[in-house]
């Protein structure tokens, strides 16, 4: 009797061993400047990437979801360690993450983003040199998606403070000054729907920027490698799992990549981000 008391004390004293090693971890999602959204939409859009990452921890932990709509809350959240896990874009930000705030690398989706050069299906420009003295839209100056493109098109000979750009706040807003006359030349996004659109309605990408990572997820110091490795490993093997396209098919990526860390640590100095140069950044 006395051995079966002490079993049932053993085994009661693990189970509190268990739950005081048990917590809820944040992952804060943000979309972008192009993310509005409410908190029920954000919870069944990441509610169930949050259950993959809960299972791949063992099921002792939790993952709560919340948005985060600003990205000095993003910055801050990272800066102050409260977000233990971040999904982010733009993907400056998860850069930072990494070089500043002592987050360590999971993965990215799946495709990766480039910047498009996109003109007309009538337009006379049929290589990248034609754009040269064009009138060039792209979204605000701030945004990263401009910084993104003004990167490749320097590594493609062409400077951009030689040009005549007209920047304006929305990727959609790119293409209807192009599709009216107002520009011969338009930068967005490959993930954007404005590319999308204009790809769907016949218009042509003249010119497609190398790959960067797109909407990297990276953790903060609250989780072990171990974690971090049966998370990735869950990730990964998404497309193959019973819950997995329903899972990818919300957040709206094809699959996740956990190959791109040295790309994403490399982001910040491709760009010409030093300190607080890339601060307020837009999608």
């Not at 338009?186 to 003249?206: E, I, M, N």
């Amino acid at each position: 009797m006395k051995k079966i008391r002490a079993l049932v004390l053993l085994a009661a004293l693990s189970a509190l061993a268990l739950n005081a090693q048990a917590r809820k971890f944040i992952l804060g999602v943000s979309e972008g400047t192009s993310g509005g959204t409410d908190h029920a939409r954000v919870l069944l859009k990441y509610g169930g990437l949050a259950g993959v990452i809960e299972r791949a921890l063992g099921g002792a932990h939790s993952v709560d979801v919340i948005f985060v709509r600003e990205f000095a809350q993003l910055e801050e959240g990272m800066k102050t360690g409260r977000l233990d896990l971040v999904m982010a874009r733009p993907s400056d930000y998860p850069a930072r993450g990494l070089r500043d705030y002592g987050y360590h690398y999971v993965a990215s989706a799946k495709p990766d983003g480039q910047c498009f050069i996109m003109v007309g299906k009538d337009s006379p420009l049929k290589k990248l040199a034609d754009i040269r003295g064009q009138k060039i839209v792209m979204p605000e100056k701030v945004a990263y998606m401009t910084k993104l493109c003004t990167a490749e098109l320097r590594d493609q000979g062409i400077d951009l403070a030689k040009e005549k750009i007209t920047y304006v706040r929305e990727q959609e807003a790119v293409m209807f000054y192009v599709n009216n006359g107002f520009g011969s030349v338009g930068a967005v996004a490959s993930y954007s729907g404005a590319s999308r659109k204009w790809l769907k309605d016949g218009g042509v990408v003249l010119h497609k920027s190398v790959t960067q990572p797109y909407f990297p997820l990276i953790a903060g110091k609250a989780l072990a490698p171990d974690q971090i490795a049966a998370i990735q490993r869950a990730l990964t093997g998404l497309p193959g799992a019973p819950e997995g396209p329903e899972v990818l098919s919300a957040v709206g990526i094809q699959g996740f990549d956990t190959g791109t860390e040295a790309k994403l640590r490399q982001l910040l100095d491709w760009l010409g981000c030093t300190g607080d140069a890339c601060a307020g950044n837009k999608k």
